[in-house]
């Protein structure tokens, strides 16, 4: 008879769990090492997306920094991090590369401004140095990413493919240029942080117009021909006339048409580290042009500088010959140095010679220090006027003195009862629809005729104007301003959309609208030492339109739409 060992029985047991053990653990393995690269590239993809946020995030705030005066910080997840795995070896953490490319040149032709920055932007072609932000993830099973910024678009291009996130450098009439320079901070165990600081930039955009020769911009690129074609296609204005191969990129050069008004917004940015802000390239005259100032008298001057990149350079000196031509001297309204202050601004007080009997003309010669070429040096002809017969204008509110001569205002309307000369210099315009500035055109009515000069048909265009007409005795004078879309005001009967400001009333308070200038800032130079009342001549009087609401109660309602000074002179007698 046989006998059953107890030992034999156990082995065999344990044996059968070990194998039974084993067999799990080789087909977890088995399965964890086919879904190795099927949940890494779903890692990677949710890395993707994430880069694409980033993207967009980093895109806004190119666009923010480039119209605004503070600097700003992205975040970007360039690390890419794999979850551990049992049995199996994930891959090992990577880091993306970050980088802002090598710079190549932007080259821009023909862009003639509008205005007096034409001095400068003269349809000659001007040359720059721009880099792109470029990001390529290093993943282990997706194809191969690269983010990138460039100068005009931005996009995220995978295995060949880009998909554009924002095409900016022609959108309809309106053209951007931003340029890149410097360096990212580095890399860090959060990743990277993208630190985009202003260097060169302006809040208003450029008008610019040829009528005969297109714009022509080259810029660098990474995306191919096909794609800029594709691109260019939407816009009605633009198209792609070459594509030239550049090293591991290309410069692209895109064409606008003749005889349209774009509006050009021009950047410079500064990435990861410092960089140094160019020098003042050009000078325009902004106040004082062309004015008429009774022998003895004063007149405010201002003048801009502009950086190469049309940006309003701060910091820059001024100097101007402390005497005129004519005789008259000149001094910085501020200290002893004309230097400008954030908005490229500096002014100057002229004082006309007292001796002067007739009109004489004169003029200011202000000239940029360190800068050479158009618009170094910029002059502001003014005309002297000796004393002679003049007449008083008058509001007629309740505060105001009944007239001691033969000249009245009535509500707006003038009414002389000489024969006269009436003089009209624009001191500013400001109504903007949020995104540009609205055209705003001005005719002058004398006993219900109009008169007109084109230099009129748009006066929010940041230049000087200035008008004359005459009349009869008992001829009423009055001022139209009108706005396409919004308010057209007419002096002698549209009582509250117009103020009219005379010797010795009270400054405006009147605040801007929308981080526009203060109705007061457009009649600086007429008030008074005491900072209360106005200063003018009995002569003189200032109509102030308001044209982008009849709201009184609106914050739009700031007076300041249009502002004209008006003097009126007898006809044929001295001035």
């Not at 890149?180 to 985009?196: I, K, M, P, R, S």
């Not at 910029?378 to 509110?397: F, K």
């Not at 010795?504 to 526009?516: E, F, H, K, L, M």
């Not at 007061?520 to 008030?527: K, N, Q, R, T």
Request: proline residues 5%; charged residues 25%.
């Amino acid at each position: 008879m046989s006998r059953l060992s107890l030992d034999s029985r156990g082995v065999s047991e344990i044996l059968g769990l070990v194998f039974a053990f084993g067999l799990v653990v080789s087909v977890i393995a088995v399965v964890q090492l086919a879904g190795t690269p099927v949940w890494t590239a779903g890692d990677e993809a949710d890395h993707s997306a994430s880069v694409s946020t980033d993207l967009a995030s980093l895109d806004s705030q190119v666009f923010r920094v480039s119209g605004d005066e503070s600097g700003s910080r992205v975040a970007v997840d360039s690390d890419v991090s794999y979850p551990e795995r049992y049995l199996v070896v994930s891959p090992p953490d990577s880091v993306g590369t970050f980088r802002v490319d090598g710079a190549d040149t932007v080259t821009v032709t023909g862009v003639s401004a509008v205005g007096p920055e034409a001095v400068f932007w003269d349809g000659t072609t001007r040359t720059y140095e721009t880099g792109a932000i470029v990001y390529e993830a290093n993943y282990a099973e997706r194809d191969e990413a690269r983010m990138v910024l460039e100068s005009g678009v931005s996009y995220l291009d995978t295995d060949g493919t880009p998909v554009v996130h924002r095409q900016s450098l022609v959108r309809g009439t309106t053209v951007t240029l931003v340029f890149f320079e410097g360096d990212l901070d580095g890399h860090t165990t959060a990743g990277d942080t993208v630190a985009l600081a202003p260097v060169s930039v302006r809040s208003e955009s450029l008008p610019v117009y040829n009528a005969t020769d297109p714009v022509r911009i080259s810029v660098p690129t990474y995306l191919s021909e096909d794609a800029w074609v594709d691109l260019m296609a939407e816009e009605p204005h633009a198209q792609v006339v070459s594509h030239v191969a550049s090293g591991d990129h290309a410069v692209v050069t895109i064409e606008l048409d003749a005889g349209v008004r774009y509006d050009f917004r021009v950047a410079r940015l500064g990435v990861g580290e410092a960089v140094e802000p160019d020098p003042a390239a050009y000078a325009i005259a902004v106040e004082g042009e062309d004015a008429a100032v009774p022998s003895g008298g004063r007149e405010t001057l201002a003048v801009r500088a502009f950086d190469r990149y049309g940006a309003p350079a701060a910091g820059a000196t001024l100097t101007v010959s402390p005497s005129t031509p004519l005789g008259g001297t000149v001094a910085p309204t501020a200290g002893a140095t004309a230097v400008t202050d954030e908005s490229g601004r500096a002014s100057f007080t002229y004082t006309a010679p007292d001796d002067v009997t007739d009109i004489e003309h004169d003029s200011v010669t202000v000239t940029l220090d360190g800068a050479s070429g158009p618009g170094a040096t910029v002059t502001l002809p003014l005309e002297v006027r000796g004393t002679g017969e003049t007449y008083e204008v008058r509001n007629t509110t309740p505060a105001t003195p009944e007239p001691e001569d033969d000249f009245d205002i009535d509500d707006g309307e003038v009414v002389p009862s000489d024969d006269f000369t009436g003089e009209f210099k624009l001191l500013g315009s400001a109504i903007s629809d949020g995104w540009r500035d609205v055209p705003v055109s001005v005719t002058f009515v004398v006993d219900g005729e109009p008169h007109h000069s084109a230099d009129w048909d748009n006066v929010n265009d940041r230049r000087s104007h200035s008008f004359s007409v005459t009349g009869d005795s008992g001829d009423t004078l009055a001022i139209v301003a009108a706005t396409d879309g919004y308010v057209t005001a007419d002096s002698s009967v549209d009582h509250r959309q117009v103020a009219v400001l005379r010797d010795g009333d009270r400054v405006p308070r009147i605040r801007g609208y929308n981080g526009q200038d203060d109705a007061a800032e457009f009649v600086a130079p007429y008030i008074s030492d005491d900072g209360r009342t106005m200063d003018l001549a009995d002569n003189q009087a200032i109509f102030l339109f308001e044209l982008g609401t009849t709201d009184t109660d609106s914050p739009a309602f700031d007076m300041q739409d249009v502002v004209i000074l008006v003097t009126l002179w007898e006809d044929g007698g001295e001035r």
